[in-house]
């Protein structure tokens, strides 16, 4: 994975890495959580050193699951130190881009890319990545700052792996946390 570095206005966007992902209480937690959470934050700081804006997707489930609006897993994860200021966009469906309100806060901050991690691999941020092609923008994905859960064909690690190879092949620039947070 060569190193490539995005815009300076490429914001952070944080997909679904709402509490339920982390908890366990009512799922088992995404595949390796805790490193998640903890590249997570390091990019958070990244973005903030290096002047970027960040925005937090929330998945909006429906009635009855652990991802509804106002259930114990609903609300971002606290441990990843949203600041005050940066914005939560709710959404329904996989494509954060779905909500109209984010199209606009990422033009609004001059951006012509952004810079994708999150959950699920092979759902919100898939969705996500294909979201943000479709609104003309560049993405790159942090390669090692997105994760899943193990379905019952294939575990995590081999879906992660395949959609990276997946995103890179659609034309997403990929890097990893530490080629990010060492530049």
Known sequence: MSHTTPSAAA?????????????GRFEPPIHDAAT??????????????????????RHDGPTGDPLAPGAPGWSVWAELGQAVGEPTFGKAVGNA???????????????????????????CVAATVKGAFAEGLGVTVVSDAHSTLDSEKEKAPAIIARHNE?????????????ELTQS
């Not at 881009?97 to 759902?123: C, H, K, P, R, Y």
């Not at 997946?166 to 530490?178: L, P």
């Open 11 to 23: 914001p952070l966007i944080v997909i679904d890495l709402q509490t339920g992902m982390f908890d």
């Open 36 to 57: 998640i959470a903890e590249r997570t934050r390091a990019l958070i700081g990244w973005a903030r050193r290096s002047g970027r804006k960040v925005a937090f997707i």
């Open 97 to 123: 881009f779905s909500n109209a309100a984010l199209a606009e806060w990422v033009a609004g901050q001059g951006a012509m890319d952004v810079v994708l991690i999150g959950a699920q691999t092979d759902f």
């Open 166 to 178: 997946a995103f890179a092949s659609q034309g997403a620039r990929m890097t990893t946390t530490a």
